[in-house]
Nanobody, 114 residues
Framework: QVQLVESGGGLVQPGGSLRLSCAAS????????MTWYRQAPGKQRELVAT????????YYADSVKGRFTISRVNDKNTVYLEMNRLKPEDTAVYYC???????WGQGTQVTVSS
C-alpha cells in the first residue's frame, strides 16, 4: 500500500534551518510529481513547493521563495525540503504528497520559536 513517511521536523529558533525528508513506497515514485504542503493551527493546508518527476523544475509559494528548496532522489524514493532562514510563521505540520495519489502521511511538526 501507499506510504509517505515524513521526518526531520523539530523546534528551531528564528533564522535557523531544517531539512525535511519524505520516504515514499507503494507506488512508482519516479512517475509522480511531488509536493510539500503545510498546515498551521486553525488554517487551511497550503501548498509550499512542487517538484517535477525528474526534478528539473520546481515551484514555490511566494512566502517561502528564496528560503526553501525542494529536491528529490528517485533512486531512494525520497523527496526533501531544505528550509533556511525560518520564521515563526513557518510553524506548521508539513506533509509530502504525490500528485494524483489520494493519500496523506502523518506529517512532521515544525516549530519556529525563540
Amino acid at each position: 500500500q501507499v506510504q509517505l513517511v515524513e521526518s526531520g521536523g523539530g523546534l528551531v529558533q528564528p533564522g535557523g534551518s531544517l531539512r525535511l525528508s519524505c520516504a515514499a513506497s507503494g507506488f512508482n515514485f519516479r512517475n509522480y510529481g511531488m509536493t510539500w504542503y503545510r498546515q498551521a493551527p486553525g488554517k487551511q493546508r497550503e501548498l509550499v513547493a512542487t517538484i517535477t518527476t525528474s526534478g528539473g523544475s520546481s515551484y514555490y509559494a511566494d512566502s517561502v521563495k528564496g528560503r526553501f528548496t525542494i529536491s528529490r532522489v528517485n533512486d531512494k524514493n525520497t523527496v526533501y525540503l531544505e528550509m533556511n532562514r525560518l520564521k515563526p510563521e513557518d510553524t506548521a505540520v508539513y506533509y509530502c504528497h504525490a500528485l494524483g495519489v489520494n493519500f496523506w502521511g502523518q506529517g512532521t511538526q515544525v516549530t519556529v520559536s525563540s
